[in-house]
């Protein structure tokens, strides 16, 4: 069965700093692979997707991730945090014959001014 | 038009009560879906309406009824809820158009059942 790994429940990070966020998958072949940023009480936006081609992916807000087939990772990354970027990330992954999007547990980012 | 919109946003019930929640959204996509998210912790399918139908039910319990009257409307019925069924629901939508379908997010409807 198909799963998601975020490791860290919560990160917390100095605004301007480096960041990266974690994410690993288990799937037998190559899946759809999403990160999505949920601020309090909010809906889920999108905020990158890998679905084949070129593993290093460019989002929205600055934000990155490189997939690598061999550690089955998907991991997420942000040369410099803003206040603004504190929010609740999760991992997704949906594979090639349905949409069901499976989600990791999410990791909480907290930063400091 | 390019969101999903959810009404309430907040909704207090009792247990004996029935309520509604709805979704829209007018981007012409044809598969529509609910989500339960519990407090600090990922969303979790329950309804997927294709075209109109329902296509998959994740075993969820018969006090929740999904309804989709047409292709832009996803409503939620409420009834005889329990306390544990507080929760924000989430309601997206998809083009259906082959491939994945990327799916789009509302903002939420917060419930809480006394």
């Known amino acids: 069965a198909q799963s998601v790994t975020q490791p860290d429940i919560h990160i917390t990070v100095s605004e301007g700093a480096s960041l990266e966020l974690r994410c690993n998958y288990s799937?037998?072949?190559?899946?759809?692979l999403f990160w999505y940023v949920q601020s309090p009480g909010q809906g889920l936006q999108l905020l990158l997707k890998y679905f084949s081609g070129d593993t290093l992916v460019q989002g929205i807000k600055g934000f990155e991730a490189e997939f690598k087939r061999s550690q089955s990772s998907f991991n997420l990354r942000k040369p410099s945090v803003h206040w603004s970027d504190a929010a609740e990330y999760f991992c997704a992954v949906a594979t090639r014959n349905t949409d069901k999007l499976i989600f990791g547990t999410g990791t909480r980012l907290q930063v400091f001014p | 038009d390019t969101e999903v919109t959810q009404t309430p946003k907040h909704l207090v019930m009792g247990m004996t009560n029935k309520k509604s929640l709805k979704c829209e959204q007018h981007m012409g996509h044809r598969a529509m879906y609910w989500y339960k998210q519990k407090a600090k912790k990922p969303p979790e399918l329950m309804f997927v309406?294709?075209?109109?139908?329902?296509?998959i039910n994740e075993s969820v319990p018969s006090r929740f009824s999904p309804e989709c009257p047409n292709s832009s409307l996803l409503n939620l019925h409420l009834h005889a809820l329990q306390p544990e069924d507080s929760a924000l629901y989430l309601c997206?939508?998809?083009?259906?158009?082959?491939?994945?379908?990327?799916?789009?997010f509302g903002p939420g409807t917060r419930l809480t059942v006394l």
């Open positions: 997206a939508s998809a083009r259906l158009a082959g491939g994945y379908n990327e799916q789009f």
């Open positions: 309406y294709s075209y109109e139908k329902l296509s």
């Open positions: 799937y037998g072949a190559t899946p759809y």
